[in-house]
Each structure stands twice: as structure tokens, then as C-alpha cells.
């Protein structure tokens, strides 16, 4: 092969197969977007070894994608649970699956993932490693830490997130400017845990040179993790997220020198006026490298209905120049999100990710909501269940409450305004009265 990743093939000038899956899904040239990738400003993680992927990019530029986070935990280790959670996430059109999975054989689980999914995959080795080792946080080794990220790139995985912006000085950072909620990352408060343990630096942040040497060997993105993202409104836009946020740039650019794709993790929790500033601050200061965010759920007091204070905030996100959308289930907080949770959850966060696109003005992104209003505007209801974002939900809505006229719904009935003025701009008379 003449180039080693994605990003390199773009600056070589040489368009990849998936370059040009990417650019016909986007309605993009290819030599558009390869210039994207070439800066970094777009990306498509497709490790070399997971071969029935189907390619999506990421980029402000590009529509938003969104990932649903799926896996086993110590409470709950059905793997064909969490399988059917996979293929009806990817049946609802999450284009990433992130596997979480705390528990049990972590690696049978993944390279089920990696062999039959057509999804980007992500990893978050430190929960691995802790799993994997099955040993005391405060007696796992740098070496080892490191040998997972290498296991994870040799199972196929498309994008690892990797908790390396936490290093002494972030920390230090962090201990002396006390938060609300402290850290609330998972990854993140493990390796603080075991550089305080330990008293040693980061091995993600000190051997970050031998990471990117592996992701370059198998085209793995680094999704730069963000292990002081606030955890709630109070601890928004503080002086440890920020201090994290110039380190992950300073490692942008130390992976660009080696052709490795990344992308920027982010809030977390946040008011609403300040996630549009956050989406300028990480631009400027990651120089341009999608961002990647968990949320933002706008306010804390939702428990129960977090998909929609996640979705409220990934609108605005993303609207602003967030790539990348995680998704944010009604179980958050609360548990372990089951089926119906995930679907909920999944369909929140496609709603965020296409009202960010036609507020972004993307070509054809208002096409599917005009196709809906035309078959409004004619009550044809099988059209519109055809086209709804959540069609079972829409039919059963529907079926629930029949109107007394059939081409109506029982929210109006007689009183119908589209078939009130579809029938009078037909010539007919309209009595509504005595109907
Ligand atoms: S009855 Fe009312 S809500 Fe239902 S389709 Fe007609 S105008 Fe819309």
C-alpha cells in the first residue's frame, strides 16, 4: 500500500475507496474533502483490520454522526443482549458504536464487533486493561497500559479513546481549582487514581509517541479523551477542562506529524450560552480537529430524561461546528440503559444531528423534511410513517386514537386545517359544523 492512514493517502494526493464513499454520502468532490483530511478537519476511522466497515467521515463540514455507547458490566454481562443492542442501534442509524464493556470476555465481544459490524468501532482501553489484567489498579505497569492499546488496534477497532490530556500539570491544575463534581470521566478518574497511587506521569501522555506509532500501523483515530469534562453546570468552562483542552492540542498536532487521525472529546455538562463559545475555543485551540461530544446535557435536574437535555445540547453543538454526536440514553445517571433505552437515546440524538445540518445550511439536509411536509400537506399517512424518524412510534401513536375522518387525525378532526384548506383551494365547500 502507498500510504499508511487515511489522513496520509489525503496528503499524498491519493484517493482512498473510502474516500470516495465518504465524498458521495456527503455530496462532496472527493478532492474537497481530501483537502479536509490532509489538514486533519475531517476524518474517517476505518482501522486496516475491520474490512466490513461502512465508511463514514467526521468533520464540521460533514453531516453529524452519532455513536451509541453499548457494552457489558459487572451487573449485567448478556452478550447477546447487548449484540441485539448493536444491530438495532445500527438498524437506527448510528454510524459508531462505542464498546464500553467493563466485564467478562471483553475481547471475544469486540472482535464480534470488528468481524460483523459495519459501524466505526470505539474502545476506551483503560476500562479494558483494569478488566483485562484483573488485577489492582496500583499494580497494572505503564508497559501494560500500552499493550492494550496495541491488543484493541490488532482487534480492528476504528477510534480508541485515550485519556492522555490528564497529565501532572492537568492535574495539579485540577487539585488546586476544587469543582462541584470533581472528575466525572470514567477513564479519566481511574488513571488520576493511578498517577496519585503510582506517584508516575500519564503512560498515555509519557508514551503518547509509541501510541501513535500503533494507531499509524493499523489507521486507528485517536479520539482525545477529556478526562476533566465538567460533570455538572457549575463546573462548565473551568480551569481544568481548559488547561486539558491546550494539552489535547499541543497532541493534535504531535499526531498530525504522523499522519494519525484524531479528534477532540468534549462536555460534558453546560449551560446553553456557553456551548457555542466552547465549540470556538476548542476550533481555535485543537486547530480545526472534529470535536467529539458527550452531550452537552444542559441542565443537571433531568434524571429520566436526559436524552432530552443531552439532545437540546448536542443541537447547539453541533450547530456550532460539532462533528460528532454521543448519545445520551433516559437511563443516564440512573442504570445500565436497556433496549428501549438505547432506541430512545438513539433517536434523540438523530434528531440533535439533523436539525444541527439544516441549521448549518448542508446540501439536502432540509430534503427528508420536505418530503414529510408534502405528505402532510396531501394526509398521506402511510408517506408520513414511511418517513418519520421513529415509524413504529409514529403508527402506534396513530393506530391508538383513529379520527372520526379517516384522512384526519383526532387532534382536530372536522376542525382538520390541511384538509379544511386543501378541500376550499379545491373549489369544495367547507361547513366544519354540520361535517
Ligand atoms: S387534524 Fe389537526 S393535527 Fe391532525 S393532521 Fe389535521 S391539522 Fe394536523
Not at 177 to 185: E, G, P, Q, T
Request: glycine share 8%; charged share 25%; hydrophobic share 40%.
Amino acid at each position: 500500500m502507498e500510504y499508511t492512514t487515511q489522513m496520509d493517502a489525503a496528503r499524498k494526493g491519493i484517493c482512498t475507496k473510502e474516500m470516495e464513499i465518504v465524498a458521495r454520502k456527503e455530496h462532496m468532490a472527493p478532492e474537497q474533502l481530501m483537502a479536509l483530511m490532509a489538514e486533519g478537519k475531517a476524518i474517517i476511522p476505518c482501522n486496516k483490520k475491520h474490512t466490513c466497515i461502512a465508511p463514514s467521515g467526521l468533520g464540521s463540514m460533514l453531516t453529524t454522526k452519532i455513536n451509541v455507547n453499548l457494552g457489558t458490566s459487572r451487573d449485567l454481562t448478556d452478550l447477546n443482549m447487548e449484540l441485539t443492542k448493536v444491530q438495532s442501534a445500527v438498524d437506527m442509524g448510528a454510524e459508531a458504536i462505542m464498546d464500553l464493556s467493563s466485564y467478562g470476555d471483553t475481547r471475544k465481544f469486540r472482535r464480534m464487533l470488528t468481524e460483523k459490524c459495519p459501524a466505526m468501532i470505539g474502545t476506551v482501553p483503560i476500562y479494558d486493561a483494569v478488566v483485562y489484567y484483573h488485577k489492582a489498579l496500583g499494580t497494572i505497569t505503564s508497559r501494560e497500559w500500552i499493550d492494550i492499546v496495541r491488543m484493541h488496534a490488532e482487534d480492528g477497532v476504528d477510534f480508541m479513546t485515550i485519556h492522555c490530556g490528564i497529565n501532572k500539570e492537568t492535574a495539579g491544575k485540577f487539585k488546586r481549582n476544587k469543582r462541584l463534581m470533581n472528575i466525572v470521566s470514567r477513564g479519566g478518574s481511574i488513571i488520576f487514581a493511578w498517577m496519585e497511587m503510582t506517584g508516575q506521569e500519564n503512560p498515555f501522555y509519557e508514551h503518547y509517541d509509541e501510541i501513535l506509532d500503533i494507531c499509524r500501523e493499523y489507521d486507528v483515530t485517536l479520539s482525545l479523551g477529556d478526562a476533566c469534562r465538567p460533570g455538572c453546570l457549575q463546573d462548565a468552562t473551568d480551569a481544568s477542562q481548559i488547561e486539558e483542552l491546550i494539552t489535547l492540542g499541543e497532541l493534535t498536532k504531535r499526531a498530525w506529524e504522523k499522519d494519525v487521525q484524531i479528534m477532540i472529546e468534549g462536555p460534558g455538562h453546560m449551560p446553553m450560552n456557553q456551548i457555542a463559545a466552547n465549540m470556538e475555543i476548542q476550533k481555535t485551540l485543537c486547530h480545526g480537529a472534529p470535536f467529539y461530544v458527550l452531550g452537552p446535557l444542559v441542565t443537571d435536574v433531568a434524571p429520566g430524561y436526559d436524552h432530552i437535555t443531552g439532545a437540546i445540547g448536542g443541537a447547539i453543538a453541533a450547530a456550532s461546528g460539532a462533528a460528532f454526536l454521543c448519545y445520551v440514553t433516559p437511563a443516564e445517571h440512573l442504570r445500565l440503559p436497556d433496549v428501549k433505552d438505547v432506541k430512545e437515546g438513539i433517536i434523540a440524538a438523530r434528531i440533535a444531528a439533523h436539525a444541527a445540518d439544516i441549521a448549518k445550511g448542508l446540501p439536502h439536509a432540509m430534503d427528508w423534511d420536505n418530503e414529510m411536509s408534502a405528505a402532510r400537506k396531501k394526509l398521506d399517512w402511510e408517506a408520513m410513517f414511511d418517513l418519520a424518524i421513529d415509524p413504529e412510534k409514529a403508527r402506534e401513536y396513530r393506530e391508538s386514537s383513529r379520527p372520526e375522518k379517516e384522512d384526519t387525525c383526532s387532534m382536530c378532526g372536522n376542525f382538520c386545517a390541511v384538509r379544511n384548506m386543501n378541500r376550499i383551494l379545491d373549489g369544495e365547500i367547507v361547513s366544519i359544523f354540520d361535517e
